[in-house]
């Protein structure tokens, strides 16, 4: 390391020291995380020419999974290794809600939370079984997860929250932590990423608290993908093969360009990020043809080699730097991601997983399929409707004033029916009335000034509307 990265580490070293609001754990990670940073020497670009394309031993498709066991008895004994990890560090402030973005209601005044809950109490009641459910908050999410959490005293799940390290931003002129120059409130400090699960998870005192009780695999993912549901046929496969991790993948559509990939590079499995992509190959990694698959972010772990890796200080996953500004103060906070930890397990593996199980909501668009006639919630899972041909969910592309989950409920007096769409845009001050559908390609534009409000059971298929004449 040069020597001037040398004496900024020592000088960061005393000035993150004097940081009383965080533990000696979270100041060794943020040093550490910061002089690899520093030290200029990680590669941050792949080798274009080294990349391979994985085989199917290495991304399994899923329908060559084995079936699960048909005793009742042997399903019990491989759900109870296992354990349900929800990434819940995230708040719906982008859908215009305070809190954590899982409290926010889905279908039915069902909440993401209370689903999950759901989910999870079904396998239970119906094996007998006791797979816990672990929330990894966010210092922004805690104390409202905490007070949430309360409701669900009676479910037949045991819930464990945690939370992921809390880093302070990093002042880009001097590399000094924001909060040593006065800035101690929310605004000085990050989440650095959910890649910081597993040191947390040990950090917490809940890894050997687990695998204490005998757990084996924990199932990791974004608590706003409704898809992420307990697959027993990928535990059996995990177990049954000695998988120290998978990562579900599924086919790219044009609208997935951006996610990451599984790679073979170096005789290791491998994600590829857009951001280690070199300028040249961008457009080439953003084609379908090349790379068919993308990243789900369900991920599975063996908590044996979690805690071996962690206790190593083995997980060195490429760092995201991303800008920020606070008060005019140019900040940086270094992240990782958890998908990224593949190449360091043994025996690591992705299954091509169907599209199913992926239905993130990232915004009010995607609330709107999902609250929808193309989906029915059983048990707590959202099931698609079979009445819907094409596989592929209509593009559904929403103006500003749909942005906030008010503003997008109080414009709907019922969600639209879209069993046969293919694709709706919606711009300006649109109303819909009760019991509307929508099929084919539907274009509503309401002029700048004017409302334009769709009547109760109109039908619009493959229409383009500037105005009420239009209707």
Known sequence: MAAVATDTISKLKSEVAALSQISENEK????????????????????????????DEVVVPYDTLAPTPEDPAATKKLLDKLV?????????????????????????GLTFLDLIVIQIET?????GCNVPLLLMNSFNTHDDTFKIVERYTKSNVQIHTFNQSQYPRLVVEDNSPLPSKGQTGKDGWYPPGHGDVFPSLRNSGKLDLLLSQGKEYVFISNSDNLGAVVDLKIL?????????????????????????????????????????????????FKSIEKFKIFNTNNLWANLNAIKRLVEADALKMEIIPNPKEVDGIKVLQLETAAGAAIRFFNHAIGINVPRSRFLPVKATSDLLLVQSDLYTVDNGFVIRN???????????????????????LSRFKSIPSIIELDSLKVVGDVWFGAGVVLKGKVTITAKSGVKLEISDKA?????????????
């Not at 670009?45 to 994985?54: A, G």
């Not at 094409?390 to 008010?406: I, T, W, Y």
Request: aromatic share 6%; with cysteine.
């Open 28 to 55: 060794n990670g943020f040093i550490n995380l910061v002089s690899r940073y520093l030290s200029g020497t990680e590669a941050t670009h792949v080798e274009w020419s080294k990349i391979q394309t994985p085989t």
């Open 84 to 108: 349900v990890l929800k990434l819940n560090g995230g708040l719906g402030t982008t859908m215009g809600c305070t809190g954590p973005k899982s409290v926010i209601e889905v279908r039915n």
């Open 123 to 127: 396998l239970n009641n119906k094996y």
């Open 236 to 284: 059996n496969h995990l177990v049954e093969k000695k998988n120290e991790y998978c990562m579900e993948v599924t086919p790219k559509t044009l609208a997935d360009v951006k996610g990451g990939t599984l790679i073979s590079y170096e005789g290791r499995t491998q994600l590829l990020e857009i951001a280690q992509v070199p300028d040249q190959h961008v457009n080439e």
């Open 386 to 408: 079979k009445a819907r041909k094409n596989p592929a969910n209509p593009s559904v592309e929403l103006g500003p004033e749909f942005k906030k989950v008010a503003n997008f």
């Open 459 to 471: 039908v619009l298929e493959n229409k383009d509307i500037n105005g009420p004449e239009d209707l």
